[in-house]
């Protein structure tokens, strides 16, 4: 196995990741960018096919759905794209028998993320991988939810690395991280929750909480949703993550999902 950590920054002027979870007027976007969605880009970079046939997964997932990634936003408000909300209309018969059908989506505003790959070189799949996004190149056009939403890349980096199970002491979190704290019952005491952090700088500090797409559930052929944070505190070394990634060039840590 010949492995490589490398990150490239995907920026559009818009986004939308749709939440399933919407009524018919109303359509909502997942704010970071998910691992589902991910792949689709990846794959599209290179050459990897999408859906095609109905109750059949797409190639780029069937293909990819291993790949570990790491997902880190850029530009944002702690955690939060700026949104804007899109009226469409839809005059197709086989959409609104007939009438006219209107519909909004909550689009994201020039979302942007650093993403972390964990490349084998010695698969194929990841080598042409590796070497079309260190070159800029792409097969399909990717995108940010929807088609017309255009995506880029740049900012090719590689990084030296080492899997932790757990770090020395506390430590800074670059990317998004699945929450792994122990839920008693139903509810959630947050006051043992925070009390594993402790504020890494001056400025006013923050948590981003999200319940997003992780991978499928492929029996159901539905998300398998995971509880994300991110955050501009410090962990406290107790707080266990797995897939801990630790960038030994800055001393920084990524969890890999």
Known sequence: M???L???DFKADFGFFRKPDANNTVNLSYNM???PALLGILGAIIGLQGYEKLNEFPEYYLKLKNLKVGIEPLNHDQGNFLKTVIKYSNTVGYANKGTTFLTEEATLIKPAYRVYLLLDLENEIHKKLFNNLKQGKTVFVPYFGKNEHFAWWDEFEEYPFEMREAPSGNYQMKTIF???SVVKGNTHDTSDEFDLFEVAS???PYFFFEKSPIGFNEKLRQYELGEIVYTSVKLKSEYRLSNLVHLTSSNEFIQLI
């Open 178 to 180: 699945l929450r792994e």
């Open 2 to 4: 010949m492995e490589k």
């Open 202 to 204: 001056a400025a006013m």
């Open 6 to 8: 490398i990150s490239v």
């Open 33 to 35: 960018l998910h691992k």
